[in-house]
Structures are given as C-alpha cells and as structure tokens.
C-alpha cells in the first residue's frame, strides 16, 4: 500500500519529503527552514513511494541534534523505532549495554564527522567486537569522495550514502540491508 507524505523543503538538487509531523516535533517553522544548516528552501513536497513498514530498532548516530532529530523523526514516520547518539562514545556505550531485556539494534545510521572517536572507528570497533560483529552499519556522512567511501566499505560498513540523501533512496537501502539480515544472508 502506498504511502503517501506531504511537507516542505528541498535539499540541495535532490528532492526531500518533509514529513508534515517533524516540522512540529523538532519546532521548526517555515521561516527556519531558509537558514537551516542543510539549505531547505521553501516549497510544497508530495512524495509517494512504496515502502516496507518495518519495526526494527535503529540508531541514529549523528553529533548534529537536528539532523539526528529530523533522521530519527523520518525513520518514526515509517515505523522504525530510533535511538539517538551525539557522539561515537556514547553509541558505543549505548551498543555495549544492548541486553535482550532492553532490546536490540538492528542497524547503525553513522555519521564519520563526530567529536571524539570518529564513524570510522566506531564502525571498526562494532565489527571487531564479537557481540555486535554482525550489526549492520550504513555510513551517512557528508564525506562524499570516492576516497572516503571505500575507506567506510574497508572499515566495515555495508552501505554508504553521502549527505544530501534522498529519502527513498536511504530508505529502500535500509530495508534491504534488513531484509537480508532476516533472512540469514551476510
């Protein structure tokens, strides 16, 4: 079934459904959307995509608060449940106390540019560590060169997507990596 979202705002050449709920939930009205850090500008948005309802447990690693925000907001809409981290230290911290009782994450949005450790490194640590060895991590950075691509690829993520991101494209990319993740397939 299609499901359809209304909104505001395009990111650079790319097109961005706006969820009509965020614009409340993060308190940013029509008038920030033109100084966003992002580059919105005003316009009406009707996207319609099909997509997976799903209920999987991501986190949202991103120093940024309100690009984490709008992520996680994003993910809400389409029946992701979504923690955040501000800082590699603190995902790791959140990812080492996972036990069965608070639940699991069933995949890492990460960022590279955070303060302290790196997205680099907090993905080589998540794939060095036994217990969340096969945790899928996809890269969402700002770092769009083919060098740091590869560098995310050799690091351990399973997918890499450069900020701007087009929102049905990280989409389908997530519910990809997850369905072959329930599945069974590496």
């Known amino acids: 079934m299609p499901v359809a979202h209304e909104g505001l705002g395009y990111l650079s050449d790319s097109l961005l459904a706006w969820p009509s709920k965020l614009t409340g939930a993060c308190s940013l009205r029509n008038s920030e959307l033109e100084t966003w850090s992002l580059g919105f500008s005003p316009g009406r948005v009707i996207w319609q995509e ?10 949202v690693v991103d120093d940024d608060v309100r690009i984490n925000a709008f992520i996680r907001e994003m ?3 389409f029946g992701y449940r979504a923690e955040p981290a501000l800082t590699g230290e603190e995902a790791l911290a959140i990812l080492g106390d996972q036990t069965p009782q608070a639940g699991k994450f069933d ?3 990460l960022d590279i540019m955070l303060p302290g450790i790196n997205g680099y490194e907090v993905c080589h640590r998540i794939r060095t560590d036994p217990s969340l060895a096969g945790l899928p991590v996809i890269m969402l950075t700002a770092m769009g060169k083919v060098a740091d691509k590869a560098y995310g690829l050799e690091m351990g993520a399973d997918d890499y997507v450069a900020k701007p991101f087009d929102i049905p494209d990280l989409l389908k990319r997530i519910e990809a990596i997850l369905s072959k993740r329930r599945a069974g397939k590496p």
Not at 50 to 59: E, F, G
């Open 50 to 59: 099909q997509m997976t309802m799903s209920n999987a447990n991501i986190l």
């Open 75 to 77: 993910l809400s809409n």
């Open 107 to 109: 995949l890492v949005l």
